[in-house]
């Protein structure tokens, strides 16, 4: 089983539309929970953190379900500048040298057409 | 200004041959990391080092060697070019005791061993 699974997509979606991604991961252990949003040839970058109480900025959303290893990231109204890769990523426990290690998913393709 | 660079952006390179990419960050960041991404575009930690000090180091070739100068700096040396070395590699950087852990990446060194 992966560390962490997401449904590779792509996800095709009407501009406007609420479109919504999940995501398990196998280390119950895990830490610290985030959605980063990859360009197409570009770096991944920070989109939010997940908290267990959910939290929003702005149109999108993201839950945490830790008994069920599960992160989930909602967008609505989606625009066309939110096409993307949305990679659901995991900070596991620091090992004996103290590391700060993250976990990337395979990461989900978002397309938002006219 | 540019936080986390890399150079070169683009490498291409023949079999055998030995290499090296360097990272810089003006973040005042104490941790880097090193990332490969494949062609399926799954993104991996090879290193981090933190302080100077290596704290992660996942399975990877030892023809790989990082190489840490001053915590502004890690450079990743390749020996013995393969052909299955072709990828993506992210540098990135953060700071250790962060509650977000968020890293920051480099826009990627683009890899095309021949």
């Known amino acids: 089983r992966k560390e962490v699974e997401q449904d590779p997509g792509p996800f095709n979606v009407p501009e406007g539309a609420t479109v919504a991604f999940n995501c398990t991961y196998s280390n119950s252990a895990s830490q610290s929970f985030f959605w980063y949003r990859q360009d197409c040839r570009k770096e991944p970058k920070l989109l939010m953190s997940?908290?267990?109480s959910g939290n929003e900025d702005g149109r999108f959303t993201a839950q945490l379900n830790r008994a069920s290893q599960y992160i989930s990231l909602l967008i609505r109204d989606s625009k066309l500048s939110d096409s993307a890769t949305y990679l659901c990523?995991?900070?596991?426990?620091?090992?004996?040298?103290?590391?700060?290690?993250?976990?990337f998913g395979t990461g989900t393709q978002l397309k938002v057409e006219l | 200004d540019t936080a986390v660079s890399q150079t070169p952006k683009y490498l291409v390179t023949q079999m055998g041959n030995d290499k090296s990419i360097k990272c810089e960050q003006n973040?005042?960041?104490?941790?880097m990391y090193w990332y490969k991404q494949d062609s399926k575009k799954f993104l991996k930690i090879m290193f981090s080092y933190n302080n100077k000090e290596l704290i992660i180091n996942e399975t990877v070739p030892n023809r790989f060697s990082p190489k840490s100068p001053d915590k502004a700096h890690l450079n990743l040396h390749i020996n013995s070019l393969e052909l299955g070395d072709s990828a993506v590699y992210f540098c990135?950087?953060?700071?250790?005791?962060?509650?977000?852990?968020?890293?920051?990446f480099g826009p990627g060194t683009r890899l095309t061993v021949t």
């Open positions: 990135a950087s953060s700071q250790r005791g962060t509650g977000a852990y968020e890293q920051y």
């Open positions: 997940v908290y267990s």
């Open positions: 990523v995991v900070n596991d426990p620091p090992g004996t040298g103290g590391g700060n290690k993250l976990t």
């Open positions: 973040l005042g960041h104490d941790t």
